[in-house]
């Protein structure tokens, strides 16, 4: 074929792609499956429980500020001061 001294080697690339339609919470395990990695899905996580209240002697409970309070807890504690 070409001038050159030797036959080169050619190599063929072949993709295949696929339309697929997922929910967001199938999302990871069609991915996995798609890639061949391991595509099970733990089972959902119950919600934490709501934050302690602290507990004065005249036995009236109070909302407690705690670090990693969601800004809708947040906002619940300050209504409920109100």
Do not use: W
């Not at 395990?29 to 061949?36: E, H, I, N, R, Y």
């Amino acid at each position: 074929m070409g001038g050159g001294s030797g036959a080169g080697v050619v190599k063929v690339v072949i993709i295949n792609t696929q339309f697929v339609e997922t929910d967001a919470r199938s999302f990871k395990a069609v991915v996995q499956s798609l890639t061949g990695k391991d595509s099970t899905i733990p089972a959902a996580q119950p919600p934490p429980p709501p934050p302690p209240r602290f507990q004065p002697a005249g036995g009236v409970s109070a909302p407690v500020l705690t670090r990693g309070m969601s800004f809708r807890d947040f906002e619940r504690m300050m209504n409920e001061l109100n």
